[in-house]
């Protein structure tokens, strides 16, 4: 069984967090009511915390004024009772402390914080991006590294550096590099959590802290029972959780669609606040969308508690 000194304190965000999506309304407007029901039902359902204006909240396509209102009519629905990471990065550093002082001012916990995309900065250039924004406000910050999208690895070494600022406190990981993600959790404080769904498992087992997960807003409390089950030592039963997603992580995950068009087009097909998605994104069709709902019903048909 895993005891409170075999794993580092969680930092603020908790352990279970879900990257949400951005309701719209039909006419593509944002849907704060929407935002506020899905939220409510997402901490409800056992999320610690929420990612707001993550890239599966759509954060390329809503204005500054947007996020900022999305933060506070979240933090209006769930008060206390989880924290909220507001995604604030871009490819302009300028920018990026920009929104970083208004998610502070608007209610936000934390900053979710990737890389600059495009511009692909080199290593000291994009250490310097991240002190600046630690630097400009009083929020602990997680930096994203999701180099697949962004074109920039944050590289170990240089994650190790950025661990002595005292407000860069956590990771989220979509480096798909377990051996760099060890030798950064050997080194430093940091938390780390495990930004691919399939990887949730396989980060924890190693020391991260928890998860920020899309496929939690159509399940929220089925990786949350993984990471139970793994601390109360079933390790069997955290395994057998994990394969059991696999059926919907797929789907939703690795079919050729972003994730925030399969995640829509789900919560639209429960009767969810979602709303339709922004160009240049597309709505899934109705087989996807046929074929996503049989993928959750199956699932939840299994594991009739993951239904929240």
């Not at 051996?179 to 399939?198: H, I, N, P």
């Not at 601390?231 to 696999?246: E, N, P, S």
């Amino acid at each position: 069984m895993t005891t409170e000194d075999d794993r580092p304190a969680p930092p603020p965000f908790g352990r279970a967090l879900c990257a949400m999506v951005t309701p719209f309304t039909d006419s593509g407007a944002l849907d704060l009511d929407g935002a506020q029901r899905l939220a409510d039902r997402l901490v409800a359902a056992g999320c610690d915390g929420l990612v707001l204006s993550g890239t599966t909240g759509e954060s390329p396509t809503t204005t500054d004024a947007e996020k900022s209102a999305l933060v506070t009519a979240v933090r209006e629905a769930v008060g206390s009772r989880a924290a909220l990471v507001a995604g604030v990065g871009t490819a302009d550093t300028r920018h990026t402390v920009e929104l970083a002082l208004a998610a502070e001012k608007a209610g936000a916990d934390g900053l979710l914080v990737v890389a600059p995309y495009y511009s692909r900065p080199p290593q000291d250039a994009l250490e310097a991006h991240f002190r600046e924004i630690a630097d400009a406000c009083g929020l602990p910050l997680a930096l994203y590294d999701i180099p697949g999208r962004t074109g920039t690895r944050i590289e170990p070494g240089t994650l190790v550096r950025l661990a002595d600022h005292p407000r860069v406190v956590a990771v989220k990981d979509c480096s798909y590099d377990l051996l760099g993600t060890q030798k950064v959790l050997s080194r430093t404080s940091l938390a780390y959590y495990a930004g691919c769904d399939e990887q949730i498992l396989a980060l924890y087992a190693i020391g991260a802290a928890g998860y920020v997960s899309t496929v939690a807003n159509v399940v929220p409390g089925l990786f949350r029972a993984l990471l139970d089950a793994f601390d109360a030592g079933d390790t069997g039963a955290a395994a057998r959780l994990q394969r059991r997603a696999l059926g919907l992580i797929e789907p939703m995950m690795a079919a050729g669609l972003p994730g925030t068009v399969t995640t829509k087009a789900l919560l639209g097909a429960l009767g969810l606040p979602s709303g339709p998605v922004r160009a240049p994104l597309r709505a899934a069709d109705r087989e996807t969308t046929a074929e996503l709902l049989a993928a959750y019903r199956e699932l939840t048909s299994e594991a009739a508690q993951f239904q929240a």
